[in-house]
Each structure stands twice: as C-alpha cells, then as structure tokens.
C-alpha cells in the first residue's frame, strides 16, 4: 500500500484491510472484486490484484521462501519489498532502498551526482546500503533508515539537529536539502473530455479494459470518444444539469490529477442521453443508489459525489442516493 502512497493516506486502508483480510488465507480465498473493493481509493490497482495472486501462490509453499530471489519471483515484488519482507521477517542481511533511504545515503556519503530517476538512484546507493547494513539485526537496521527518513532526513526541511548520524553526515553543515541532487522530470500534460450522461435514475459509466495496467475493470465516467460525441457537438443547450456557477456551453466540472510525470486535467461535460451511442460493452448504466457498491477509481468516485452534492440536500450527501 506504500507504494507511491503516504503513509497518512494508508492508514485508514491499512486497518480495514486487515480487519477483513488478517491472514494470506482470508485474502486467497476472496473474490478479486471484493479485494478490489477494499483497495478502492488507494490507485494503482495492479497492486492489489498482485497482493491477491501473491497470497494464493503462498498458501502452496511451504515452508514460505526466506531470501529475496525468490520473493522476486512474484509479480508486484520488486527489490525493496523483497528486502523489506526477508529482512524484518526472517533476519535476511539484505538492506532496504527506497525514496525515504535515498536521501539519507546521499547526504552521509555527500554524494554530488546528479540522479535521472528512481531507477538510476537504487543502483548507485543500493551497493552503499548493503555495504553499511548491520548484518546480525537487518530488519532493525532496515526499519530504523525508514524511520529516520519519514521523520528525520526527510527530503524538505530535513531535521539535522535531530540526527543520531550528524556527527558522520558530510551533508550536515552544506545544505543537505540540495541532496540527492535530482534532474527534474520532463512532466506530460493531458487533456481529458468526459461526459455526465444520466437516465431513469442511472449514470453512465465505462469498465477499463482488463488488460489496462493500472484501471483494469474498475470505473470511470466514460470519455466523449467513447460515447461517439465529438467535442464540437456540444452546445450550450446540452447543459442542463444545474450545478451553481456553471455557465451555459461549459463543463459542469473541471478537475485535475496526477498519475507519475503525467498531469491530466478532465473536463465533465453534460451530454444528453439522446444523443449518446451505448452499445460498447464496455458502457455499463449504473444505480446512483448502487454506485457506493461499485468500484470507481478514486478521483472519479470522489468527483462524481461533488457533482451530485451539489444538486442534494444536506441530509442525502454522504452516499450516493438516485437523485
């Protein structure tokens, strides 16, 4: 759940997870849309589809692997989980690297050279990691850098008159925030057209692909592309869904997020049902009262409960109610 995720922003997921699923058995043995559901908001879907293969494959191992090439093995593994598991599990003398670590062997080592991306940095400072590791407590070594990082050495404002290590940090006294010294990523920007179609209390929304390496089978209000609507269709006559603020010929929503170096902007427009072709088996008519039970992407299930808010009463505006 860590991956490219807060801590702050897991917790919460964290603690309903494990109340459902406290064991690799519980998570085997569930439904993939019930795990998908529980994961809801967090992103990255792959993650927990991995999680739930990875936990049927261990219930047919025994006894469960020890060293880190083997939990390479399976999908979603990747060298810092790997570590992290074999090292504070089953004391494996293998260190840890991750974007918390990062900073702390740079700014130790004052290390000057100038980093592309997270795949260049594991390189050059998994060697030093290992190379520094306490062999006879790995896992205590490992979680004590994790600590330090998230608290501590943090990327911003890091704390250095907190340190334990201040007295062997080359970086302390030579603005240690300049490092790791990092090449800015070229950042893409998308424009994204979606469309609010609703009829007889239901609203249109498109299944990805599952095969899409991120969303497969969750939901999104549809593209315009996708309901057959060019974008020079629309008129100020379509918009009659009355959200305040929002003038004739605009979208009823404009709304932003970020996925990597990607910084899409979807704009909502109103498309009558008229008009709209639905025959794609990939368009589903969904509930308002039933889209709490399905499982949205979260930016678009928090962005469709702002729109309908807006058009609720204070007393309908914690669910997802036919409006």
Same mark, same amino acid.
């Given at each position: 759940m860590l991956q490219q995720t807060q801590v702050k922003t897991?917790?919460?997921?964290?603690?309903?997870?494990?109340?459902?699923? &406290?064991?690799?058995?519980?998570?085997?043995?569930?439904?993939?849309?019930?795990?998908?559901?529980?994961?809801? =908001?967090? =992103?990255y879907?792959?993650?927990?589809?991995?999680?739930?293969?990875?936990?049927?494959?261990?219930?047919?191992?025994?006894?469960?692997?020890?060293?880190?090439?083997?939990?390479?093995?399976?999908?979603?593994? =990747?060298?810092?989980t790997a570590a992290a598991i074999t090292s504070i599990a089953f004391d494996t003398p293998v260190a840890c690297v991750d974007g918390n670590i990062i900073p702390i062997l740079s700014r130790l080592s004052g290390d000057e050279t100038p980093i592309k991306n997270n795949s260049q940095a594991l390189k050059r400072y998994t060697p030093l990691a290992q190379a520094w590791l306490d062999p006879k407590r790995p896992g205590l070594h490992n979680e004590a850098l994790m600590e330090l990082g998230a608290t501590v050495c943090t990327k911003r404002?890091?704390?250095?008159?907190?340190?334990?290590? =201040?007295?062997?940090?080359?970086?302390?006294?030579?603005?240690?925030?300049r490092l790791p010294r990092k090449i800015p990523p070229?950042?893409?920007?998308?424009l994204c057209h979606r469309a609010w179609v609703e009829r007889d209390g239901c609203l249109l929304l498109s299944r990805a692909d599952a095969r899409s390496r991120r969303l497969a089978d969750?939901?999104?209000? &549809?593209?315009?592309?996708?309901?057959?609507?060019?974008?020079?269709?629309?008129?100020?006559?379509?918009?009659?869904?009355?959200v305040p603020g929002a003038q004739a010929g605009d979208p009823i929503a404009t709304r932003k997020r970020g996925i990597g170096n990607t910084r899409i902007t979807e704009r909502i427009w109103h498309v009558p049902p008229g008009n709209v072709e639905t025959n794609g088996k990939q368009l589903h008519w969904i509930p308002f009262h039933q889209l709490e039970c399905e499982t949205l992407s979260g930016p678009h299930k928090?962005?469709?409960?702002?729109i309908l808010q807006t058009r609720l009463s204070a007393p309908m505006r914690e669910s997802f109610p036919n409006p």
């Open positions: 897991v917790l919460p997921y964290w603690t309903r997870w494990m109340k459902r699923f &406290p064991d690799f058995r519980a998570l085997a043995k569930a439904d993939e849309t019930v795990v998908l559901k529980h994961w809801e =908001g967090l =992103g879907y792959s993650r927990a589809r991995n999680l739930h293969q990875l936990a049927k494959k261990i219930l047919d191992l025994d006894p469960i692997p020890r060293d880190t090439a083997s939990w390479l093995q399976f999908k979603g593994v =990747g060298p810092y404002n890091p704390r250095c008159d907190l340190c334990p290590l =201040g007295t062997v940090c080359r970086a302390r006294n030579h603005n240690p925030e070229k950042i893409t920007k998308v969750i939901l999104e209000l &549809p593209t315009l592309q996708a309901i057959g609507i060019p974008l020079e269709r629309l008129s100020a006559h379509n918009l009659s869904v009355p928090r962005w469709i409960k702002e």
